[in-house]
């Protein structure tokens, strides 16, 4: 049975991942409740990424389900390909690239995560910090 120290350090750290980008998913950058939030881990574990903080990453459902095992680079590489699969695959998608609905352009992906840490990176350069 577990002691209530780790029931409520493990809370503590859940909090701290959730704050961590704002309460956005790190990947897509959408808006999570904190009980929707789900832990990943950027380098995962079955590559030898760890349990430490900076390896802990706010995640929603769907980014966390799509991502699993994957790297990052393969992570951002399945995303990129979402483009190509549908309009091999989705009748009506191609129906709505048609009509103009859609336009699938492969993308180079940034996720929201990196985003923010280049806006830092650029501000701190910009104002001195």
């Avoid at 459902?61 to 390909?81: A, G, P, T, W």
């Avoid at 985003?115 to 990176?121: A, D, M, S, T, V």
Wanted: aromatic share 16%; with cysteine; charged share 30%.
């Amino acid at each position: 049975m577990m002691s209530m120290y780790w029931v409520i350090q493990m809370k503590i750290d859940r909090q701290a991942v959730y704050e961590k980008w704002g309460g956005v998913c790190a990947y897509c950058g959408k808006v999570i409740e904190f009980k929707d939030m789900q832990v990943d881990h950027l380098i995962p574990k079955r590559k030898g990424g760890t349990d430490d903080f900076d390896n802990l990453m706010p995640s929603c459902r769907r980014c966390n389900h799509y991502k699993s095992s994957l790297d990052l680079e393969q992570f951002r590489d399945m995303i990129n390909k979402i483009p190509v699969k549908l309009m091999e695959r989705e009748y009506i998608f191609k129906v709505g690239v048609d009509y103009g609905f859609f336009d699938p352009k492969q993308r180079s992906i940034t996720f929201y995560f990196e985003q923010q840490e280049e806006w830092e990176k650029e501000w701190g350069e910009k104002w001195g910090s």
